[in-house]
């Protein structure tokens, strides 16, 4: 028995150790310096609620019904309960089992069957004894009839770990549910960063809206201005063709932006388990793009690995995989199970508090795998395998983060320098357009002019309500790519905690 106990506290298998996610050496060093942009990114604790940098409270209110609302969260949430009710069933081998039996029979036993292979001189002897057993014939007579039989007991067994198979399988399902919760906390995070870029969007797309709706007044006061020097004699019919002409144009360019308008209202009802234009009340209203801060606060590279839920999402799938490997080692040695039974059993109810009524056994029994096939050694090989897929793409998930980081840093500045040069480009195509209207009002140029200045104003106003747009839609993939919000706690609804296991 000490052997015994001894052997239960040994595991098989590797022991898992987190890995080292430390951020490349000199990554931010060997980053090419900024070019001086008004919103620039600064070594500063991550708020946690970073959509409130935008200082928008109707963007804040979408947000904070996602944790509780979101569908793809609520599934998630869901995964992590059966993690734990999996664990559950994986740790019920650590205790014994007991069970109770109770039964009643009426049976009758051939004359036929095997009792007929006793001798009638056995079964004079049974007769004389049996008291309400066999009948007159006994048990091996021609006269075998029906009987009672009641019994009532306990089974009782426990498989020892002696090789630390069952506490391998916790292990391995404890870091399933870590998994599981990680798994929850990067769909929160997507579903967060989700609802603010529809937002972006759906503001910008309302900013060209209102762009072409300005552009077409230009366009219908150009028409006009043509008409009425056509009728004075002092231009033809061709400038005012080509003023009509500019004025479906533009009108042409508002049915496509009314339907990304409506697509993307639609798209954030969906993000909040709402059904097709909820949300169109709230959100028709023209607002203007939730503009960046000046001053962008991204942590520190070292803090990464801790707050990216992919990245801790994919270290509980390597511990997952190297406790399995623990199990599949175990099972190359024997185990040891310890069982045992009490009952009663009796031929008449009124003996079934008899103590001559009792029956017993217990003792220990050993299995030992001698052959298996190869089965044993191939489970192993493919846990072994396992792991090491779950090592590399912990190592890919890493680096995949600085990637992301790196280039959304290098899109926010790249978008914000674009956005000033676009502002430059309108105020100058305003500019000529205002020249050429007057040139053309004053006979000294003709129409096309015009028509010139006026496209090139209108596609630039639009590149820089896109540019503006994207400003602020890399702002939120860069809080994305940095895997800040999921640790909101919304205790009210229970969603998500910040506190880890």
Not at 4 to 15: F, R, S
Not at 438 to 453: C, H, I, K, P, T
């Amino acid at each position: 028995m000490p052997c015994l106990l001894a052997a239960a506290g040994c595991t098989v298998g590797p022991d898992f150790t987190s890995p080292d996610a430390k951020a490349p050496s000199g990554w931010f060093a060997s980053r090419p310096p900024p070019i001086p942009v008004r919103s620039e990114p600064v070594a500063e604790p991550i708020d946690p609620n970073w959509w409130k940098l935008f200082d928008d409270p109707q963007l804040t209110a979408l947000e904070d019904r996602v944790a509780a609302e979101n569908l793809d969260v609520r599934l998630a949430t869901i995964r992590i309960a059966e993690s734990r009710a999996q664990r559950g069933v994986v740790a019920a081998a650590q205790f014994p089992t007991l069970g109770g039996n109770a039964s009643y029979e009426r049976e009758k036993a051939s004359t036929n069957g095997v009792f007929g292979l006793l001798g009638s001189s056995a079964a004079g002897s049974e007769a004389s004894g049996a008291g309400g057993g066999f009948g007159a014939g006994g048990v091996g007579g021609t006269n075998l009839v029906p009987f009672d039989l009641y019994q009532y007991g306990l089974d009782a067994s426990w498989e020892l770990d002696l090789w630390g198979r069952v506490r391998r399988s916790v292990e391995s399902a404890d870091a399933s549910i870590v998994a599981s919760q990680e798994t929850q906390r990067d769909t929160l995070l997507s579903s967060l960063a989700e609802v603010a870029r529809d937002y972006v969007d759906l503001r910008g797309a309302q900013l060209r809206e209102r762009i072409a709706e300005d552009n077409l007044k230009s366009s219908q006061d150009a028409l006009k201005l043509t008409q009425e020097r056509a009728t004075g004699g002092l231009t033809t019919d061709l400038d005012v063709a080509n003023a009509a002409a500019q004025v479906r144009t533009t009108a042409a360019e508002i049915p496509p932006i009314q339907q990304d308008e409506a697509s993307l209202i639609n798209a954030l009802s969906l993000l909040l388990g709402e059904p097709p234009n909820a949300l169109r009340a709230a959100l028709e209203q023209p607002k203007p793009v939730p503009p960046v801060p000046p001053r962008v606060p991204i942590g520190v590279p070292s803090e990464l690995a801790r707050r990216r839920p992919d990245i801790r999402q994919a270290e509980a799938e390597l511990h997952e995989a190297t406790a399995d490997i623990g199990v599949a080692v175990a099972n190359f040695y024997p185990s040891v199970t310890l069982g045992g039974s009490v009952g009663i059993q009796a031929l008449q109810a009124k003996n079934l508090f008899s103590l001559n009524s009792r029956q017993y056994s217990f003792g220990p029994s050993i299995s030992i795998p001698i052959f298996e096939g190869g089965q044993l050694k191939s489970t192993l090989q493919l846990r072994e395998a396992s792991q090491q897929e779950a090592a590399v793409n912990y190592q890919r998930t890493v680096l995949k983060a600085w990637h992301d980081v790196d280039n959304a840093l290098t899109a926010y500045e790249a978008t914000q320098r674009r956005r000033d040069e676009l502002v430059q480009a309108v105020a100058q195509n305003q500019r000529a357009l205002s020249l050429a209207t007057s040139r053309y009002q004053d006979g000294v140029s003709d129409f096309l002019e015009v028509l010139d200045a006026q496209t090139r104003l209108l596609s630039t106003q639009q590149q820089l309500a896109i540019a503006t747009t994207n400003v602020s839609e890399n702002l939120v993939a860069l809080y994305k790519a940095l895997g800040g919000g999921w640790e909101t706690a919304y205790p009210d609804k229970g969603q998500v905690r910040a506190d880890t296991e």
